[in-house]
């Protein structure tokens, strides 16, 4: 039995296919016998017959001023579907402009503890990519410091460079010696309690100033993250 959900693909009715199909039983025929074997009402059958003949899939001679309908060689269906295809392509540049591009929805996390601590900077080395930090809190290595220490090694292990804009309190101190790091002391009048690490692609890492444990706030939105990289940028350039 004929699948007739590929001739609706193409772009016909329901009516239109019986009709169609018809004719292929008949071969040319007058409207009145068509509708007969299609059970379609001879009104109905006669403006069918004209959009078929529209779509170039049906035909007509006339015989002694008589309209005889036959189908036409069904390759044109194939005709049909190119249409639709160039049709469809046609649009698709004006479609585009006119979809309005997704709000993003930031996701928000926050981790607490030495755990915590460390799965955020483990997710730092997961994303595989340089990183930027603006302040130093010192909270890895007052809190996990043996812990911090192998993470270093792992991050240089991995190539990952980093680049810290430090207080401006913070110079020679040790958290300056690590491999891969440039480094530049933001003015003394800028205060930056906090330490704000911009790495992946689209991640924003907070340490809070709490002395007594360690608070992040992860957040994941590509519109923060080049708020914060910008905001680098500018404090990099003012920055000895």
Do not use: C
């Given at each position: 039995?004929?699948?007739?959900?590929?001739?609706?693909?193409?772009?016909?009715?329901?009516?239109?296919?019986?009709?169609?199909?018809?004719?292929?039983?008949?071969?040319?025929?007058?409207?009145?016998?068509?509708?007969?074997?299609?059970?379609?009402?001879?009104?109905?059958?006669?403006?069918?017959?004209?959009?078929?003949?529209?779509?170039?899939?049906?035909?007509?001679?006339?015989?002694?001023?008589?309209?005889?309908?036959?189908?036409?060689?069904?390759?044109?269906?194939?005709?049909?579907?190119?249409?639709?295809?160039?049709?469809?392509?046609?649009?698709?540049?004006?479609?585009?402009?006119l979809r309005l591009p997704l709000k993003e929805e930031p996701s928000i996390e926050v981790y607490k503890g030495k755990e915590g601590l460390k799965t955020v900077l483990n997710d730092v080395l997961d994303e595989?990519?340089?990183?930027?930090?603006?302040?130093?809190?010192?909270?890895?290595?007052?809190?996990?410091?043996?812990?911090?220490?192998?993470?270093?090694?792992?991050?240089?292990?991995?190539?990952?460079?980093?680049?810290?804009?430090?207080?401006?309190?913070?110079?020679?101190?040790?958290?300056?010696?690590?491999?891969?790091?440039?480094?530049?002391?933001?003015p003394k009048n800028y205060s930056t309690p906090a330490s704000t690490l911009i790495y992946g692609t689209d991640k924003i890492l907070i340490f809070l100033p709490i002395q007594e444990d360690f608070t992040g706030?992860?957040?994941?939105?590509?519109?923060?993250?080049?708020?914060?990289?910008?905001?680098?940028?500018?404090?990099?350039?003012?920055?000895?």
């Amino acid at each position: 039995m004929m699948n007739i959900e590929i001739l609706k693909q193409v772009g016909l009715t329901n009516t239109e296919i019986k009709i169609y199909l018809a004719l292929f039983e008949l071969g040319p025929s007058l409207a009145s016998k068509i509708a007969g074997k299609a059970s379609v009402e001879r009104a109905v059958t006669y403006h069918i017959l004209e959009n078929l003949i529209k779509k170039g899939i049906v035909g007509y001679v006339i015989k002694e001023n008589r309209k005889y309908f036959s189908s036409t060689n069904p390759e044109k269906l194939l005709d049909l579907l190119k249409e639709k295809e160039i049709a469809v392509k046609e649009i698709i540049p004006e479609l585009k402009r006119l979809r309005l591009p997704l709000k993003e929805e930031p996701s928000i996390e926050v981790y607490k503890g030495k755990e915590g601590l460390k799965t955020v900077l483990n997710d730092v080395l997961d994303e595989k990519k340089d990183y930027l930090i603006i302040g130093y809190t010192g909270a890895a290595e007052r809190l996990v410091k043996y812990w911090f220490a192998h993470w270093q090694r792992r991050r240089v292990k991995l190539r990952i460079k980093r680049k810290v804009l430090f207080p401006f309190l913070m110079k020679g101190q040790e958290s300056l010696k690590y491999p891969l790091t440039q480094s530049k002391f933001l003015p003394k009048n800028y205060s930056t309690p906090a330490s704000t690490l911009i790495y992946g692609t689209d991640k924003i890492l907070i340490f809070l100033p709490i002395q007594e444990d360690f608070t992040g706030i992860v957040i994941k939105s590509k519109e923060v993250w080049n708020s914060y990289k910008n905001t680098f940028d500018i404090l990099w350039k003012m920055s000895k």
